[in-house]
């Protein structure tokens, strides 16, 4: 069985940063399309990201509101991905999920890590 | 961007009865849509992705259709454990977007 699980959530200041990482395992990570979603307390899914495999380029597409700020990376190495949230807003506050992505095969989902970002 | 509307928004139903979520897409977007279900408290789990292929493992009562920019997801006889929020998505392009929601609850 497919297993995402989350690491890095906490709470942070105004303007700082945190990096959420994703341990992948038995499955062949590589290969994968990853993405980040997160959902804000009380609210409805949204996609922040998405980075391709490396033999399809290893590209990142980001969401609006976190583009410039977010980053996300991969180290096919480690089966880890990872997010590295810079300038962080109150409005950022969320679980953050980690995803895997296929139209052949459908999606796989972590657990969840929590980000609070508050003064 | 493409706007992805579900309805309803939600939806009060019986165990046994079926239910049927649409999903509708601002513009077209072939088969890239998958369809998830949240429970409180819970991650998201993959029911329905290229539109109407059920994910490994999920009960066939689950089923979606559609093409382009109108799409169902089916539940042929809601059970207890049904009870949830359903979410539908596309990924024809970027950025990706999800519906705002469906919460099926008890009647």
């Known amino acids: 069985e497919v297993q995402l699980v989350e690491s890095g959530g906490g709470l942070v200041k105004p303007g700082g940063s945190l990096r959420l990482s994703c341990a992948a395992s038995r499955f062949t990570f590589s290969s994968a399309w990853m993405s980040w979603v997160r959902q804000a307390p009380g609210k409805g899914l949204e996609w922040v990201g998405h980075i391709k495999s490396k033999s399809e380029g290893g590209t990142t597409e980001y969401a609006a509101p976190v583009k410039g700020r977010f980053t996300i990376s991969r180290d096919d190495s480690k089966n880890t991905l990872y997010l590295q949230m810079n300038s962080l807003k109150t409005e950022d506050t969320a679980v953050y999920y980690c995803?895997?992505?296929?139209?052949?095969?459908?999606?796989?989902w972590g657990q969840g890590t929590l980000v609070t970002v508050s003064s | 961007d493409i706007q992805m509307t579900q309805s309803p928004s939600s939806l009060s139903a019986s165990v046994g009865d079926r239910v049927t979520i649409t999903c509708r897409a601002s513009?077209?977007?072939?088969?890239?849509l998958a369809w998830f279900q949240q429970k409180p408290g819970k991650a998201p789990k993959s029911l329905i992705y290229a539109a109407s292929s059920l994910k490994s493992g999920v009960p066939s009562k689950f089923s979606g259709s559609g093409s382009g920019t109108d799409f169902t997801l089916t539940i042929s006889s809601l059970q207890p454990e049904d009870f949830a929020t359903y979410y539908c998505q596309h990924y024809s392009s970027y950025p990706r977007t999800f519906g705002q929601g469906t919460k099926v609850e008890i009647k």
């Open positions: 513009q077209g977007i072939s088969n890239y």
């Open positions: 995803t895997t992505e296929s139209h052949y095969s459908g999606w796989e």
